[in-house]
């Protein structure tokens, strides 16, 4: 039995799947157009669902007057993922979140469906470091259109630091923690799916993370590129990516989507502005081809911050701030809009994992500390954040 944890009785109650936003204008009786790139992947291509988020499964998908980010994120490490669903002895209950998911679809109607995605940004790079030591400010004006400052090597397409690879391990092993101690193997709630940025610093973060989790398995499954999944474009040399032919011989166990170019041929000396919509609308089209191509539940996502904050915006998610190699899961309901309900058919809904995964008994399931942060003792920690009594 599962026991979900209570929200106090003085706060408006969260439904857990909040009123549709609004549908867009009807359209002309036309296909679906091809995706076309402008130097910043603006797609003409029209929205083709509507998005909510099922918010009383996880913390982060609380309103901001229930849970901190901040708060979240220097308490990361005894969160469990941010997991409400609990155990009668206080475990994360993971088969029952991914009863709920299934039962959800179960009930969906034929235009409608869920997915869990896992969205995690990438490590500490040495463009986040020198933020960290010199200031945004001084990164804006003075660093971010150099190549290297100061020993660090800025890009194109920087590689994690020393510290950000320890972040990825160490998500790695709350992911191996989840999956010996509170059964979320069993539960069916590893990723069916992997996406990812063509960056280096998101490749690296995906590969430790998953290493000896999935990524050795004999039948391990492809990580799918997605350019448009790329960090907000221009400007920044760290926001230029690396020649492809050569990422992937780094990187043998990616697939680059058709058409993608070997060199960077979108990067400019200018700025990508998140305000004008090109992100949302770019970030909206992978969100729109998954729901439309994959028949696959749980789908892990690796990424950039800007780059995952679009992806919460389209959605309908509330903006929550990752910290570096941080990874939330959130519950998103794709409704076909009224004008494609007759044009596209969803996939058939996959179940099972595409690889053979067994639990393994792992050396050590100890978190490694890094940048001051303690390992929990037992996997779970009682804490209180924002009124939420949470575990």
């Known amino acids: 039995m599962s026991t979900p944890v209570q929200i106090p009785s003085d706060e408006p109650a969260v439904p857990a799947i909040p009123v549709e936003v609004t549908e867009t204008d009807p359209i002309p009786d036309q296909p679906i157009p091809e995706k076309k790139y402008g130097p910043y992947l603006v797609s003409d291509r029209r929205p083709i669902f509507q998005y909510s988020v099922v918010r009383n499964l996880f913390l982060q998908s609380l309103p901001e007057y229930l849970v901190d980010q901040n708060e979240f994120n220097t308490q990361y490490f005894s969160k469990n993922f941010g997991l409400m669903l609990y155990t009668d002895d206080d475990q994360p209950d993971w088969k029952a979140f991914a009863d709920k998911v299934n039962e959800l679809n179960e009930n969906a109607e034929p ?69 010996q101690h509170h059964s979320l193997f069993e539960a069916g709630a590893l990723p069916q799916k992997f996406y990812a940025s063509p960056f280096t610093r998101a490749l690296r973060t995906l590969e430790l993370t998953w290493q000896d989790i999935v990524l050795d398995l004999p039948d391990a499954p492809r990580v799918k590129i997605r350019e448009n999944l790329r960090e907000t474009i221009g400007y920044h040399w760290c926001d230029q990516r690396g020649v492809m032919k050569e990422v992937k011989e780094v990187f043998p166990w990616i697939d680059l989507e058709d058409g993608m170019h070997d060199e960077d041929k979108i990067w400019t000396e200018t700025r990508e502005d998140e305000r004008c919509g090109s992100m949302d609308n770019r970030l909206r089209e992978v969100i729109d081809d998954i729901f439309m191509e994959d028949g696959e539940t749980f789908i892990s996502i690796t990424a950039h911050s800007g780059c995952l904050r679009c992806v919460m915006r389209v959605v309908g998610h509330r903006i929550f701030g990752l910290y570096t190699s941080r990874m939330i899961p959130i519950v998103v309901k794709a409704k076909l809009l009224p004008e494609f309900k007759d044009k596209v058919k969803l996939p058939e809904r996959v179940t099972g994992l595409p690889y053979n995964y067994t639990p393994k008994n792992y050396e050590s399931l100890k978190r490694k500390e890094f940048d001051g942060t303690p390992p929990p003792t037992n996997g779970t920690k009682k804490v209180q954040v924002d009124g939420v009594d949470k575990h």
């Open 111 to 179: 235009d409608e469906c869920y997915k869990v995605f896992y969205l995690a940004r990438h490590g500490q790079g040495p463009h986040n470091e020198a933020i960290e030591q010199y200031t945004q400010a001084v990164w804006e004006t003075k660093i971010g259109m150099q190549k290297e400052y100061k020993g660090l090597r800025l890009g194109p397409d920087p590689d994690l630091t020393d510290k950000g690879k320890n972040e990825a391990l160490s998500i790695g092993n709350i992911w191996k923690t989840q999956l």
